[in-house]
T-cell receptor, first 114, second 111 residues
Framework: DVKVTQSSRYLVKRTGEKVFLECVQDMDHENMFWYRQDPGLGLRLIYFSYDVKMKEKGDIPEGYSVSREKKERFSLILESASTNQTSMYLC?????????????FGPGTRLTVL | GENVEQHPSTLSVQEGDSAVIKCTYSDSASNYFPWYKQELGKGPQLIIDIRSNVGEKKDQRIAVTLNKTAKHFSLHITETQPEDSAVYFCAASIPGNMLTFGGGTRLMVKP
């Protein structure tokens, strides 16, 4: 079974703090993603990476950065957390088969910024 | 870019009844339409998907239909059970592009 793990399930931080969210996958997938999930807005793509040290902006990259030093690990960084970044953050990795692109999600990190 | 709208945002059904969730997409080039189920405290999991060369796909109590002309696709769950209670997301993707997700539907199945 594919496993995507995220370092924290719940996190509480203060405005202005630097926040690191870690994601690890065990299936040697090339592609990894960070989404944020807010009620009524679905999942919105923040950043994705298709290889080590490669990154691409998604739909809402402002206020975030990412790091991919190793294939299995993809980190999301909030340089200076703000209250409007309070959200559920989901990491995913992608398996590309002949007919379908299946994304496997981690359990999520619920971040609260006070 | 692609835009996916999902309705309803909440759906309450009696156990044993059917549930239908509908999504529309904007880009006629989209050709892959997965559905994800997110249970409480977990990440979304793929439950069924369909490609644009197929009009319908079934997997036990779950089915998905696709109308390319109207640019909409639907998830049908028959004989609902309490364990079907979850948030369901539809998504669409254009070849070579990322998935675009709908806003989600909270399904509640009342025993």
């Amino acid at each position: 079974d594919v496993k995507v793990t995220q370092s924290s399930r719940y996190l509480v931080k203060r405005t202005g703090e630097k926040v690191f969210l870690e994601c690890v996958q065990d299936m040697d997938h090339e592609n990894m993603f960070w989404y944020r999930q807010d009620p009524g807005l679905g999942l919105r793509l923040i950043y994705f990476s298709y290889d080590v040290k490669m990154k691409e902006k998604g739909d809402i990259p402002e206020g975030y950065s990412v790091s991919r030093e190793k294939k299995e690990r993809f980190s999301l960084i909030l340089e200076s957390a703000s209250t409007n970044q309070t959200s559920m953050y989901l990491c995913a990795s992608l398996s590309v088969s002949g007919f379908a692109d299946t994304q496997y999600f981690g359990p999520g990190t619920r971040l609260t910024v006070l | 870019g692609e835009n996916v709208e999902q309705h309803p945002s909440t759906l309450s059904v009696q156990e044993g009844d059917s549930a239908v969730i509908k999504c529309t997409y904007s880009d006629s080039a989209s050709n892959y339409f997965p559905w994800y189920k997110q249970e409480l405290g977990k990440g979304p999991q793929l439950i069924i998907d369909i490609r644009s060369n197929v009009g319908e796909k079934k997997d036990q109590r779950i089915a998905v239909t696709l109308n390319k002309t109207a640019k909409h696709f639907s998830l049908h769950i028959t004989e609902t059970q309490p364990e079907d209670s979850a948030v369901y997301f539809c998504a669409a993707s254009i070849p070579g592009n990322m998935l675009t997700f709908g806003g989600g539907t909270r399904l509640m199945v009342k025993p």
